[in-house]
Structures are given as structure tokens and as C-alpha cells.
């Protein structure tokens, strides 16, 4: 044979022993199962699929095609990282045992998202156990802290377990019952241990807080807290036994609890290493850290999981640098620094042991498993006696400062003796002046007193009995008309002058005097309760204030001797103040009567023509009449028209008490009230009349479309009239309401961006008049029950601003208006409830009713959702008369609503042009 024909089967021989022995290699062991063994890490014993997209099934794996692409991996704990795909382990078992006993199978990362297995229960036909961190407890076979099944294998079984999540793992092991208890009983012993020092730790630093009020303390405890809650999830103690039902504290907890675990520990390393006081630029970037820290409680709930382990990671890293750093450097001048490093620094040596055990540098041995346990301890030990060193140090520096002000005094002793026998002498001098200066004193308090009975202003002081002391004003008993110096056996008291007629005030007040002078609640809180006006009978606003007068006996702190009550006549100054509301009321009017003179005529013809009809409609249609004023009401509203308002509200409630006797005489007042407002303010309303049109030259828009051929006007340029000058833009009338909605809002403490959007809709404005005056029941509607106020709005996530929006489309022979507002949306129970309360409907007609028709029951006349009458809302007039005027146009109007989100009100409309 030659050299070449050797080298070539030399070749080949080698290339079929890597082959055959890369095969061997890539094929994982068979798992066989003996009496003596009652344990066994299975990590050599799988084989791996990864399935990027996640859409394999047990049926597609058994496919010869995917069987072979199961590969052995080395490593003694799988550990995939971040990943989206889904794993596949495959594990084959022959079972040698005399029995086929029950073996549990049990998964040890305790935060894998999803854990299926599949077993083979008859030929072909497999069946799958699901659970996970994402599934509540219940969902686990076995009630322990691993996910475990039960298996029984027979002679030769294979069983598949899937894995997904966001970070993935996997570290099983099979092992016999008896075996698995003894380990979770050993398990739980030694983390029961810790769990106990970390509820140790917890309580005796809180109670060295209550005691001495240091932060340091109560940020350790708050550390301390959250890391023993965020460790009990890693471990699988939360989801064992606090959250057996909550598996969002699997993902989302852990995260908070880290974010608020190193924001505690922040603050902490401020506190106990005086960060702020001696190193003001680091006092900065910790304050930014624990910031960042903070931010980790709501990205757990914005951001998915992936992005927050890295952002954790991140943290993590740069927490560890940053606190050895700054603890190192505190060595040198601040003894307590030495426990705050020797606590991180063990915690630090316990992780590096973790990470060398399972990179197969050290043995598996119980000191090296348990390291971070171990290392975790001697932290919080280490960090509690930091504290103690710290309150020790602080007591030496005491003592030290005790010592040389003790030093001092002694020094000052016999120079302070003489100068108290000069002060004696300096004294007696005083006294004198002493004399001649309450003299002076008296004659000022009498001056005092007239100037404050000028001033409007009269006092007086009473004890704890309500007795009325000496040194009352004159000026006083003039306010209070009552004479406050005439003789009494036991004394004037203070709640006879104050509510002499009236019992349960008189009572009331009796309890806050006692309150008062027990000193049990402070007097800055039961202040806001006293009574604050006198009610006398000469018409008169008398403010009233209280002020306590404190004991200065030794041993007593603050207790209330008497008290002070000053009384202000303040009649001229809220005179002064009604007569500005009604001074702004009239400024408000000019200015929307002049910018909408249009709407401000049409309004006062519209009022006229009810009180005309009203005699004819009160009795055959008063829900009609009623609706007719309560429109009115809001209309008159808009012009910032109070006084006339309310004698509105007024008819309305003496219609809806169908008190028929006295609504002429409430009509009679209000249009007195009308004339003389109309005459006061006849200059405005004749400049109205004349913005409009000169008179007797006036021609309706309607009366010209109607009557072409009477005014001679050629048919092509009325089409060109009406499009350019006769029709109006409907959207433009809404823009009216812009000033109404904005003064709602702002009564409500609420904010509202209105939007006025769409096609251009040209019509005659004279035919869609009514529909257009009642759509303000809707915006009222919108704001009073829709829109949120800003606390609310921010506690909800919303923006602060409320969105009401009006949307225009027009269609071939029709236009549709939308009106939708971002509020809080319709709850149809809420009406049901509403429907039965009013008595408009019967309990047993609502049963059947879906949820859509319950919303739009509120167009049933009568109803409303309010609990008290008011001038925006509570009547129940509104939507039904905003759905009465679209049906008398030929429309349609529908609602749609979702709680939390918002209401959309649909109204179509023919064009009438």
C-alpha cells in the first residue's frame, strides 16, 4: 500500500471517530432510577430544543424532523438569560426499581413565568401540567416552593418540560417524596433563620426609632422591610405563603420591591454617613439615585419585565460602585463608616462565592450554597451595629461637649456671683420704673378700648365654666346687645349671650368650650369648629374670633387658661362685597350681551312669549312649562344673570310641586325683577336691538329663502346668497357656549378644553334655533356629571385638562354632530338604581334590560343622577329636552358610553334648507 492510500484511511478514520464520538457527546444520558439513589440533578441528563417562535406543541416535537434537533448542554443550571423564545427539555428514564413509585419532579427557579410538562399517559396520547410564577398558587400540583409534579415512571418513560418567560432557567431535579420533604424542611429551617433575623432586625430598629426619632433608623427599617419582602419572592417563600393568589408580585413586586430597596438604602447612606453635611456633591448625586431607584415602582407597570431586569441590573451595578466608594472614602474621618463597608463588602464576597459555585469553581458544599444568605446576614448585622456605633459616637460627642460646658460654667461661677449681687441692686431700681410703667400701662388700655370701639372691634375674656370676666368693652356689649356688666349671682356665660334662643347651638357650643379647655385635641384643630358669626337682630355681620390665653405655671406645657373673643362688625364690608358681585354681574353682562346681541334678543322674545303661554300650559302641560323654564334658567345663566336665575329656579320648584297657587305670584316677581333689570340696563339692550338691524328694516333669513319670487330675487343668486350670506355655518352658533362651559368648569374646580371641529354646514339658523338653545343641557350635562375635577382627574392617570369635543360631518341630505367628552363615563347601574329610586321605572321592567339601553334611559323625562338640586343640575329636564327637540327636527340622537373613558352623544339632523 502506498504513503498516499495511507494518509487517506488515516484521514477517514479519523473524521468517522470525531463524527461518531460528536454524536455520543450531543446525546444526553439515560436517567436510570435504583433503590439506593433518592435524588438526582438532571441537568446532564436533558436534551434542549430552543423554539424562537414559540409556536411549537408537544405533537410537532415527536415529529422525527425536531427530535433530532434536541442537544445535550453542558452546564450544571441551564441558564438561557433574556430571551422571547420558548425551551424544551427532553428526559428519558428507565426505571429499575422493584416498584414504580411516585418521584416528584420539581423546577427550582422560582420566578420562571411558565412551566408545562408533558407526559405520556397511553400510547400516542400525552397530557400537560401548566404552572408558573404567572398562575396562581392553586395552579401547582404539589404545595411547595419549587414547581413540582408528580411522575410515576414505568420501565422506559420520556417526559418533555416547556419553559417560557422573560428571563429563563432551568434547574430540575427528581427526587422521592421522602427525600423531597426533608429537603424543604431543611430549606425552610435555614431560611426560616434568616427571616427571622430580618423580622429581628425590623422590630428592634423600630423601636429604637419610636424612641429616638433618628431617620437613620427608620429608613433602615424601611430597607430592611422591603428587601426581606423582595428576597421572600426570589425565593419562592412570597409565593408560598404571603402571595398565594396574586401572581402579579412575582414580576411586578419584585421589581417595586427592589426599586424601593435600594431608594430606602439611598436615603439611609445619606443619613448615616452624614452624606449632606460633609460631602454636599455626593449629597446630590445619591438624592439623584435614589430618585432613579424610585423610578423602578411605576415602570414596573408601564414597561414589561425584559426592561426592567436590565434596568434593575443596571441599578444594581451602579448602587454597588457608588456605596463602596463613598464608604471607604468616610474610613478616614467617621468611625461607623468601618461597619457600613464591612456590611456591603461581606454581602459583595457572598454574591462572588454564588457565582463561583456555578461556574464549577467551588463545590456545591452547604457553606458555599447558602453564601448569599450568609453574606445577607452579617449586612444587616453589620449595619444594625453601625447604627448602634453611630448613636454611641453621638453620645460621646455629647459627653464631650457636656464636659466643657460644665468647664465653663465653673469658670463663670464666681464672676456670675458678682454680677447678681449688681443686678440685685440694678433691680430694685426697676421695680420702680416698674410701677410708674403700669400706671402708664392702664391709660394705655383705655385708650386701646376706644380705639377699638372705633374701629369696630369689641373683646371679651371668659374661663373654663363659659363665665364672662371683667374688663369687658362697651363697644362689645353693643355687638353682642346684651349688658355684659350687670350683677349675676353665678356670672354671664358666654353661650347665653351667644344663643340665647337656640338649644342645640347653645349646646353645641358648651361641647367645644369643654373640648377646648381639656387640651386633648389641640387648639389650632378645634379652632376651624367654633362658631364664627353672631346672629343679632339689627340686621347686622358680626364676625366673631377666638384665641386661647396659656397657664405659664411650671410643669404645665401650654395648657389653656381663658379664652379671648374678639367681635368685628363687618356689615359695611360685606355690603361692600355683594354690592361687587352685583357690580361684576353687570360688567359680565355687558359683555356677553354685546358680543351675542343676536342670542341675547332672541332670548328675551323666547321669555315673553312663555310668560304669554304659560297660564294656558301650567295645568295640560306642565312637564312642557317645566322644561320651558329650565332652558330658560340656562340661558339667562349664560349672561351671568344670578338674581334673575334664581327667581328660574324658583318657578321650577313650585312647578315640580305642582303648586299651581302660588306660581303666579313667583312669575309676578320675576317679571318685575326682568323690567327692572331691563330698564336699569336699557342702554345696553337697545344697543343689541340696534347692532342687529335698523328699525323697521329687519327681514328674517327664512322669510327671504321662503318667499323668493315675492322679493324678486333671481333664483341662481338667492343659491349664491344663500351659500355666501343668508345660511350660517352651524358650527359658529356653538362657539356661544365657549364662556358658559369655561365658568361651570372653573365653580367645579375643574379645567376643559373645548374643540369645535369639522365640515361646514350652512343652513337657515332660524329652523334649528330651539335645538341649538337646548344642546347647553348637554354641555351642562358634560361638566356637572362627565368631566372629573383635577385631583380626581390626576388620581384617574388622565390629564388634568377634561376634552369635550363637538365634531361636524355633513352627509347628502343630513349632518351629523357628535359630542364626546373624556370624563368618567355613564355606569348603567348607577341608572338602573336611579330609575327605581325616582319610581319611572319598576325593579321588575329593568331586569331584562342590556347595558346600552340602561344608558340611554337618560333621556327619560325626570330623571337625573344628582343627589341635590342646585343651579347647574338636578332637575332631570335636560337630555329630555335636547332628544324632544332633534324629534321634533326629524333626527335622531343616541349615547354611547364607557365608565372610566367617556360619553359620546350621536345626533343626525336632516338639512332643512
Not at 427532553?90 to 408533558?118: A, C, G, I, M, P
Not at 427599617?221 to 409565593?239: A, D, E, K, N, R
Request: proline share 3%.
Amino acid at each position: 500500500m502506498s504513503l498516499h492510500s495511507k494518509f487517506l484511511l488515516f484521514t477517514l478514520g479519523i473524521f468517522l471517530f470525531v463524527t461518531f464520538e460528536a454524536r455520543a457527546i450531543n446525546k444526553s444520558k439515560i436517567l436510570e432510577l435504583t433503590e439506593q439513589i433518592e435524588y438526582y440533578p438532571l441537568s446532564k441528563y436533558l436534551d434542549i430544543l430552543e423554539d424562537p417562535t414559540g409556536k411549537l406543541r408537544v405533537k410537532d416535537i415527536l415529529q422525527p424532523y425536531w427530535q433530532g434537533k434536541f442537544k445535550k448542554r453542558g452546564e450544571r443550571k441551564l441558564n438561557f438569560g433574556y430571551s422571547k423564545s420558548t425551551f424544551w427539555a427532553r428526559l428519558k428514564v428507565t426505571n429499575r426499581t422493584k416498584e414504580q413509585h411516585v418521584w416528584l419532579l420539581s423546577h427550582h427557579y422560582y420566578l420562571q413565568d411558565e412551566v408545562e410538562l408533558f407526559r405520556e399517559v397511553e400510547k400516542g396520547l400525552w397530557i400537560s401540567s401548566k404552572t408558573g410564577d404567572t398562575y396562581p398558587f392553586s395552579s401547582r400540583e404539589i404545595e411547595a416552593r419549587p414547581f413540582t409534579f408528580k411522575i410515576k415512571p414505568s420501565l422506559d418513560s420520556t417526559y418533555y418540560v416547556k419553559i417560557k418567560g422573560t428571563a429563563n432557567q432551568m434547574d430540575l431535579t427528581l427526587s422521592s417524596p421522602v427525600r423531597f420533604a426533608k429537603d424543604q424542611t431543611k430549606d425552610n429551617y435555614i431560611l426560616g433563620l434568616f427571616f427571622g433575623l430580618v423580622l429581628s432586625m425590623i422590630f428592634y430598629n423600630a423601636f429604637i426609632f419610636f424612641s429616638t426619632r433618628d431617620l437613620s433608623y427608620l429608613f433602615y427599617v424601611l430597607h430592611v422591610s422591603s428587601y426581606g419582602l423582595g428576597l421572600s419572592l426570589y425565593q419562592g417563600f412570597g409565593q408560598r405563603f404571603l402571595f398565594q393568589n396574586f401572581p402579579l408580585m412575582s414580576n411586578n413586586g419584585i421589581t417595586v420591591l427592589i426599586g424601593l430597596m435600594g431608594f430606602f438604602l439611598y436615603l439611609f447612606t445619606i443619613k448615616f454617613l452624614k452624606l449632606k453635611e460633609e460631602m454636599p456633591k455626593t449629597y446630590r448625586l445619591f438624592t439623584a439615585l435614589s430618585i432613579l431607584c424610585l423610578s423602578l415602582v411605576p415602570s414596573a407597570f408601564i414597561f414589561d419585565y425584559s426592561f426592567n431586569l436590565t434596568f434593575q441590573s443596571i441599578n444594581g451595578f451602579t448602587f454597588t460602585i457608588v456605596i463602596l466608594i463613598v464608604g471607604f472614602y468616610r474610613l478616614f474621618n467617621y468611625r461607623p463608616a468601618i461597619y457600613f463597608c464591612l456590611a456591603f463588602v461581606s454581602t459583595l464576597v457572598g454574591a462572588i462565592i454564588m457565582g463561583l459555585m456555578t461556574t464549577g469553581v467551588l463545590p456545591p458544599i452547604f457553606i458555599v450554597k447558602q453564601a448569599p444568605i450568609i453574606g445577607n446576614a452579617l449586612e444587616l448585622i453589620l449595619l444594625s451595629l453601625g447604627l448602634a456605633d453611630k448613636f454611641k459616637l453621638i453620645k460621646e460627642q455629647a459627653y464631650e461637649k457636656e464636659t466643657e460646658a460644665k468647664r465653663v460654667l465653673k469658670n463663670h461661677a464666681v464672676s456670675l456671683h458678682k454680677r447678681v449681687l449688681e443686678k440685685t441692686s440694678e433691680l430694685k431700681k426697676e421695680k420702680d420704673a416698674l410701677k410708674i410703667l403700669l400706671e402708664e400701662t392702664s391709660k394705655q388700655k383705655k385708650s386701646r378700648d376706644q380705639l377699638l370701639g372705633s374701629l369696630g372691634q369689641g373683646y371679651l375674656t371668659f374661663n373654663s365654666n363659659g363665665v364672662i370676666e371683667e374688663g369687658t368693652t362697651k363697644v362689645t356689649e353693643q355687638l353682642l346687645e346684651t349688658d355684659l356688666l350687670k350683677d349675676s349671682p353665678e356670672g354671664l356665660k358666654i353661650w347665653d349671650i351667644l344663643f340665647r334662643d337656640q338649644e342645640e347651638k347653645n349646646r353645641s357650643f358648651k361641647s367645644w368650650v369643654r373640648n377646648v379647655f381639656e387640651g386633648k385635641i389641640l387648639f389650632k384643630d378645634l379652632k376651624q369648629l367654633a362658631p364664627k358669626t353672631f346672629e343679632g337682630t339689627h340686621n347686622k355681620y358680626i364676625e366673631l374670633e377666638f384665641r386661647p390665653i396659656f397657664k405659664d405655671d411650671e410643669g404645665e406645657i401650654l395648657k389653656i387658661d381663658k379664652l379671648i373673643l374678639i367681635a368685628s362688625d363687618k356689615s359695611k364690608e360685606l355690603e361692600l362685597k355683594n354690592q361687587l358681585e352685583i357690580d361684576k354681574e353687570k360688567t359680565d353682562f355687558v359683555s356677553s350681551c354685546l358680543g351675542n346681541p343676536a342670542e341675547f334678543v332672541d332670548l328675551l322674545d323666547d321669555t315673553y312669549l312663555i310668560l304669554d303661554d304659560y297660564y294656558e300650559e301650567r295645568e295640560k302641560k306642565p312637564e312642557i312649562l317645566f322644561r320651558k323654564f329650565h332652558t330658560l334658567k340656562a340661558r339667562f345663566s349664560q349672561y351671568g344673570l344670578r338674581r334673575i336665575t334664581q327667581l328660574l329656579n324658583n318657578i321650577e320648584t313650585t312647578i315640580s310641586n305642582s303648586n299651581y297657587d302660588s306660581l303666579k305670584n313667583d312669575i309676578n316677581k320675576f317679571e318685575t325683577q326682568l323690567k327692572a333689570f331691563l330698564k336699569e340696563n336699557r342702554l345696553i339692550v337697545e344697543a343689541a336691538n340696534r347692532f342687529l338691524a335698523e328699525e323697521g328694516s329687519t327681514v328674517q333669513i327664512s322669510d327671504i329663502i321662503n318667499n323668493t319670487d315675492g322679493y324678486k330675487i333671481d333664483k341662481n343668486y338667492m343659491k349664491l346668497l344663500m351659500k355666501n350670506y343668508l345660511l350660517t355655518d352651524i358650527k359658529k352658533k356653538f362657539e356661544k357656549y365657549r364662556p358658559l362651559i369655561s365658568e361651570l368648569a372653573s365653580k367645579q374646580g375643574k379645567k376643559i378644553d373645548l374643540k369645535i371641529y369639522g365640515d361646514e354646514i350652512k343652513v337657515d339658523e332660524k329652523k334649528y334655533s330651539d335645538f341649538i338653545k337646548n344642546t347647553i343641557h348637554l354641555f351642562r350635562n358634560m361638566v356637572d356629571h362627565g368631566i372629573e375635577t383635577e385631583k380626581e382627574r390626576v388620581s384617574l392617570t388622565k390629564s388634568e385638562v377634561g376634552k369635550i369635543e363637538i365634531d361636524f360631518r355633513l352627509k347628502s341630505d343630513s349632518f351629523v354632530v357628535k359630542f364626546f367628552d373624556d370624563g368618567s363615563g355613564i355606569n348603567p347601574e348607577s341608572i338602573k338604581g336611579k330609575l327605581i329610586e325616582k319610581g319611572l321605572k319598576k325593579k321588575e321592567e329593568l331586569e331584562e334590560v342590556n347595558q346600552q339601553s340602561l344608558v340611554e334611559m337618560i333621556f327619560t323625562p325626570g330623571f337625573s343622577t344628582k343627589e341635590e338640586l342646585t343651579d347647574v343640575s338636578g332637575r332631570g329636564v335636560g337630555l329630555d329636552a335636547v332628544k324632544t327637540e332633534v324629534e321634533k327636527l326629524g333626527g335622531s340622537i343616541s349615547v354611547h358610553s364607557r365608565i372610566g373613558e367617556g360619553t359620546l352623544f350621536i345626533v343626525e339632523l336632516p338639512l332643512l334648507n
